[in-house]
């Protein structure tokens, strides 16, 4: 199964941009990278997905170096609701034993 | 539009009774999933269905039966509970049957085995 590891915590300051690296060797090639966030005692939430280069959407971007092997997601100007525990999500070689890393505990200070 | 929607919110349960969590989707899609949080845990994959009448096991299955008569329903059943189940149940869905999609999350079920 395909594995992703990405830091375990970040610190923030509002209005600051936040970069959060996933680590993906595994990665299928038909597989697409996909970033959710979670706030306590609620669901996942989807953020943003890509397949390579970069994606861009109103809360994010996505950045996929060519080899696919590690992904960035980025918060520009984060704010204090953007306090939560990030994941990056890619499938197997199935596609459908889709894996949660550890996540990553962003905390933004003001 | 409701999205999924899972009940019970919460249940605590004695060891070795059994229970069943729901969970009910109304988009439509033919992937749904269960997946468990431990306090400070990422989640990791019970079980997942790509279509009514189809399922098949994640990383840890043991414990734990689906099944998917309807495309809208996709209940897990805890067939002898464990106090080493005591945790946050998520249900999901997506319209891709590859899971790699859009997962839609339902509000979780907290369960507690005494």
């Known amino acids: 199964l395909a594995k992703t590891t990405q830091p375990i915590s970040m610190d923030s300051y509002e209005g600051q941009e936040v970069n959060i690296t996933c680590s993906h060797n595994?990665?299928?090639?038909?597989?697409?990278i996909t970033w959710y966030q979670q706030f306590p005692s609620q669901g996942p939430r989807f953020i943003i997905q890509g397949y390579k280069t970069k994606v861009t959407n109103e809360v994010a971007s996505l950045f996929i170096p060519a080899d696919r092997k590690s992904s960035t997601l980025s918060l520009p100007r984060v704010s204090l609701s953007d306090t939560a525990v990030y994941y990056c999500?890619?499938?197997?070689?199935?596609?459908?034993?889709?894996?949660f890393g550890a996540g990553t505990r962003l905390f933004v200070k003001a | 539009n409701a999205g999924v929607t899972q009940t019970p919110k919460f249940q605590v349960l004695k060891t070795g009774q059994s229970m069943t969590l729901q969970c009910a989707q109304d988009m439509n899609h033919e992937y749904m999933s269960w997946y468990r949080q431990d306090p400070g845990m990422g989640l990791r994959l019970i079980h997942y269905?790509?279509?009514?009448?189809?399922?098949d096991q994640g990383e840890v299955p043991n414990g734990y039966n689906v099944s998917r008569s309807t495309t809208e329903d996709f209940p897990l059943r805890l067939l002898s509970a464990a106090p080493s189940q005591t945790s946050v149940y998520f249900c999901a869905s997506s319209y891709s049957r590859r899971g790699t999609g859009e997962l839609f999350f339902g509000e979780g079920s907290r369960l507690t085995v005494l």
């Open positions: 269905s790509v279509g009514a009448g189809i399922t």
């Open positions: 595994n990665i299928a090639t038909n597989d697409y």
């Open positions: 999500l890619v499938g197997d070689t199935g596609g459908f034993k889709t894996i």
